[in-house]
């Protein structure tokens, strides 16, 4: 099983609409976790953290469910501009401090 | 220059080459971290350097070999790649190994013939 699992899309979906991605994690002993955002030919960027109670920055939402090992980030409102890879980002388990990343997802918003 | 920086940005080699990727950080960081990204796979963390002394090393061929001159720079270098080798190589950093946010630069594209 991958540590890091991701539904690689792509996700093609029209300005305004809503999107939701999932992840997985198989190490119950991590501990953060953020979403990561990889534009075309451009380095990853911290999109944002993700947290127990849910967290909101924006348009973007971001929860996490560690009796599932589940993270999910909701976009609502998409605009071309965040066509992008989003890379879900585990810390810590089998490795103090380290960073596991997902494939990614891709997204295309379209007009 | 601001953030992370490498070079060279693309870089192409034969098998029977030496060649070093170059890293330099401005962000006052203190640790920093090789990262291979190839197609359809995720990043994958190859060498971890924090306060200069290397903590991470994920079973790495050892024709890669890292160096961590001082915080601010790191350096990869090359020697009898493999094709399977070709991938963009990612430089980051951080303030503390155990850190929320890690700075990446833009990668080298390596092709190696």
């Known amino acids: 099983r991958k540590e890091v699992e991701q539904d690689p899309g792509p996700f093609n979906v029209p300005e305004g609409a809503t999107v939701a991605f999932n992840c997985t994690y198989s190490n119950s002993a991590s501990q953060s976790f953020f979403w990561y955002r990889q534009d075309c030919r451009k380095e990853p960027k911290l999109l944002m953290s993700v947290y127990s109670s849910g967290n909101e920055d924006g348009r973007f939402t971001a929860q996490l469910n560690r009796a599932s090992q589940y993270i999910s980030l909701l976009i609502r409102d998409s605009k071309l501009s965040d066509s992008a890879t989003y890379l879900c980002v585990v810390q810590g388990g089998t490795s103090y401090g380290k960073l596991t990343f997902g494939q990614g997802t891709i997204l295309t918003v379209h007009p | 220059e601001t953030g992370v920086t490498q070079t060279p940005r693309h870089l192409v080699m034969g098998m029977t080459n030496k060649k070093s990727l170059k890293c330099e950080q401005h962000l006052g960081h203190n640790a920093m971290y090789w990262y291979k990204q190839s197609a359809k796979k995720p990043l994958e963390l190859m060498f971890v350097?924090?306060?200069?002394?290397?903590?991470e090393n994920n079973s790495v061929p050892s024709r890669f070999s890292p160096e961590c001159p001082n915080s601010s720079h790191l350096f990869l270098h090359l020697h009898t790649l493999q094709p399977e080798d070709s991938a963009l190589y990612l430089c980051?950093?951080?303030?503390?190994?155990?850190?929320?946010?890690?700075?990446f630069g833009p990668g080298t594209r390596l092709t190696v013939l």
């Open positions: 350097y924090s306060l200069e002394e290397r903590v």
């Open positions: 980051a950093s951080s303030q503390g190994y155990i850190a929320n946010e890690q700075f």
